[in-house]
């Protein structure tokens, strides 16, 4: 009799599921087909991708377009400066923020709530805006065309500060009473307790920036020249506007430009959600 | 795992670096001359054959050709390296950038160092001797040449040729041999070469027109209409533009007069879509540069001798005007140290001797720069192969020599061109007619020149 | 004030050391990050405001005064105010697009199912594409001969389009490249406010009788308007912020009707070197921004549904 009921509550659950894996399959069906098109298009000939009908599957995939983006434009150069520049960028911005967050959650010393507020208002500032002045930096620095040029003018960030004090301001306030008893400083209570408890925070904080300092193209568009300095966002336009014609190869530049940061959000998935969940969507 | 340190550690000390260094550059002992430029494909190879036979003729400079997109590009880059390390010695730029860079007095003219080569007496450099400009393209020369001295250095010429598809004529009726030469005829064979199918849909039409305010140019200086005031801007500032004049609304309206009654395919802003479509016999003519004559003609092997090229059509009279010969020039960059602007001189001096550019032409289908380079061997054989090359050329050589064909000098000439390209957008796509379209464009254009000459003066 | 509660010299003296020892302790802390602020967000700002107020010559070389001139030329030019226009109706179309289908997404996968993992992840996958990844991927989409977008069109019966070449419809096919790349982290932040609804309150609903259907419309929806609105403001100031997908799709064209703001900024600046002009948009941009966060902050505090 149980068995029954179980069998059948079993039933009735898959077949209300089974719409909903429907639409599940369908929606991501949807969501993937610009990939999935540009997948297949990288392992097409040219001429294929000149006919029309379009083709979906690749009879005889082109694995040599994979080595032609590779080889004709100097992608592995690319790729290195935009992970040297995502580095230097994400390593920046955690080592300011947390600083920052720390002072802001932890110690108390003179305007400390105008500072916050002036922190907020550059999250109003919006950053193109500012190019103009920004790019005059650095060019009188005579910084273009380098490392520091694509990164200093991004090693801090407001929104990192405030995620992490959040995240900061949920630590037990008896752990800080705890250090000051302990004769702990502030450094040694940030390296030894702070960090090490706030690892999920930080995570965050690090897929998010290195994903927007890897992603981005105006800034790199405006502060490099010399093809060894771009970047690899840079990189697949340029390719685009050179090989007009050999739209495969360029697809594959593309993909190859898209692997790292697909990794990365797949690895830190849980990251993403769970990150924004800690109360920094409520603004 | 070494390597890739190694790889990294490279990079990063080549990135960090930089304290601003403003010595010349080295490279293996040599000076180091950073040349940017614009070519790509079948012509950046061409390049690298010239780079390479003047690295090995000498062993005190280096060239290095750095490929930085259009010259639209390449400009911009160049502005944004002012004052800094970045800046190359060379550049490879449009003609219509001439009123720009004499503006930023940042160039250093062949003009100069002409005269110093002269001057200098008993130079046992081995260099090729001090150039003498006689042999030199004429209409080039008048290009670029302000005030009586010589700007820039003509470097890769081009002009606008009417292709067409000699088995189609003959399909069609028409003498292949007498290709239009008037935008009137043009029309009336086009309506010739138009075939329906069975269900009235065109399958073929006249000629695919690819939209570029340079072809706009062109065919006003070809009816000997000015572009700008004060003599096209050379017998003064221009301050304003002219091209709103009847024989600029007369070619506005052909083109769209042609688009709307289907005798002409409107294939948007490349040129290549031009060729396609009378490649696939979509269309029978296309009036494009002689740029890409080259790599189309090479292209098609054999099958090219379908293909005729005739000189650019003329409005309605049956005069012969003339052509704009600006093409690209290099400009020699002074905020250099001398010793590279001296390498970058040598090098514009081997690259324009006659053999040397007779190679070119063969090579990309540019015109020689030098008159002589025409007879020289490679670029006779290629006339005999194909003989398009000597309708191109000829063009040149019957171009007349006058203030319409020497081409208009405005400092903000892309802001102009984006007006015209914008008012042929307009008459074949936004529905204006050519009368409003053009004096739309002039009031922009002119407005864009009154903010530039405000801001250099 | 009486003797007893007024800080005596001696400790007035020590109140300020202390606050001097906390200012000194805390700076180095601070100063890292508004040392960079400084440099890179508000001298900026100023300078910006500073330019407009000269035009340049195109070298860089020369500024001269001219007051408000270019300020008036900006708010009065009808070039600049097109593309206001522009911008606003591409956040229109962003938004509304990124919104909806983020919110559909975060609902579709808000629940336990076997496998449930795997969707959320390719739902919200689309935030690895960068701009310049995801309008190359989308030209060739486009592409009105051989594009598979006009051929699925044409499949079932609807007209195709010239994508990017007609003036009616390229902001449209900017939109759609924008919104596909949006629409991973609009998830993911919808996601994130749908978790954060407590149980009880579908507890208290599903006791009171309400079926699936009324608890979306009257527990979800509501508990989840701060989200959504915080997503909206966010996508339109991103959608005022665009540029990338422009420059390579169209490059402002055909006619202007694809050129942001950003781009506006971009093409007179870089392009036709007019950088005092650029600047005085930019403070215009800057304004509206400024007025979007402002708008967001006072609504957050209005018209959300408390719990």
Redesign the interface.
Known sequence: MRRQKKLRRAAVRAAV?VP??V??VV??AV??F??Y??GV?SLQPISK??????DFWPEHPHWSNYRSAMTDIPMPRYMLNSLIMATVVTVGQI???T??A???SF????F?NA?FF??LS?????????????F??I?RLDWIDTYQGLT??F????FG?FLLRQHFMTLPRELKDAADIDGYG?LRFLLRVVIPLSRAALATLAVFSF?QA?????WP??VTNDPNMRTV??G??SL?DQEVQR?NV??AG?VI??LP??F???AF?RF???G??AGA??? | MRRLALLLLVALTAGFAGCADRGPRYADGRVEVRFWHSMTGVNSNALQKIVDGFDASQDRYKIVPIYQGGY?DSL?KL??S??TRAMPAMIQLDDIELR?MV????TAPPQDFIERDAAATGTSEGYPAPVDLSDFEPRALDYYTLDGRLRAMPFNLSGLVLYYDRDAFKDAGLDPDKPPTTLEELRADSEKLLKRDSSGAITRNGIALSIDAWKFEQMLAKQGALYANNGNGREGLATQVVFDSPQGEAILAWWQEMVRSGLATNV?RQGLQAFLSIITGKSTMAIESTASMRTILSALGPASARFGAAPMPSLASKEEGGIVLGGAAVWIMSERPDIEQRGAWEFLKYATQPQVQAQWHVDTGYFPVRVSSWDLEPAASLHRDFPQFTAARDQVLRSPQNIATAGAVI??F??VREAIE?AF??VL??GETPRQALDRAARDATR?IA??N???E | MSIASAPRPRERRRGRAK?VR??V??S???L???G??S???????V??IW?GFH??????R?E?WVGIAQYRDVLTSSDFRYSLFVTGQFALYTVIGSTAIGL??AL??H?R?PG??L???????????????????????LNP????LN?LIGKGGLPTANWL???KWALVAIAMTTV?MN??LAT??I???L??IPEQLYESARVDGARPWDQLLHVTLPALS??LL?VSVVGV?FA??S??QI??LTKG????STTVI?YS??RE???????G???AQ??V??VI??LL??V??LA?QRWVFYR
């Not at chain 1, 193109?128 to 002045?133: K, L, T």
């Not at chain 3, 035009?55 to 860089?60: C, I, N, V, Y």
């Not at chain 3, 935030?127 to 030209?139: I, P, Q």
């Not at chain 3, 064209?253 to 202007?256: A, C, H, I, T, Y």
């Open positions: 599921s909903m894996y639409l599940l929606s991501a969501i993937l610009p990939l098109m540009t298009d991708l000149l006919t029309y009908p379009p080592l300011t923020s600083l920052a720390y002072a802001f110690m108390r010393f003179p400390r500072l002036i922190f550059t999250m109003m500032v919006p950053w193109e805006a500012s190019i103009i002045p920004n005059q930096i060019q200093v003018p090693l801090a960030t407001a500060t502030d994903l890897w992603n981005q193209y105006l568009l405006l966002q840079i697949i336009a685009q739209t360029v697809l593309t430009a898209l940061m697909l990365l959000v797949i998935q993403l959600v769970r924004l969940t969507v409520k603004g | 639209p911009k502005v944004a002012f004052g720009f503006d930023s007095a940042a948007g400092g903000p892309t802001q914008t957008e307009q796509v936004g864009a903010r530039y405000r801001s250099v | 606050v906390e200012a302790a805390a180095p802390f601070v890292p990050s508004l960079l602020f440099l890179f967000v508000f001298y900026p700002l300078r910006s330019l035009a340049t010559d195109p070298f860089g020369r001269v559909y997404l579709l996968v629940r199912l449930i993992l969707f959320r992840t390719v739902y919200t996958s689309t935030v690895a594409s960068s701009v310049a990844v995801s309008s190359v991927m989308w030209l060739l989409l001969g051989v594009g598979v051929y070449t007609d003036p596909w629409v991973g993911i932040v996601l994130a406010g978790q954060n701060p989200t915080f100031i005022f912020e540029f990338g420059d390579i064209g055909p006619l202007n950003v900024i971009y600046a870089f392009l036709h070197y007019n950088v002009l650029a600047s930019a403070v941009l800057f921004v400024l966060t402002g967001q902050f957050a």
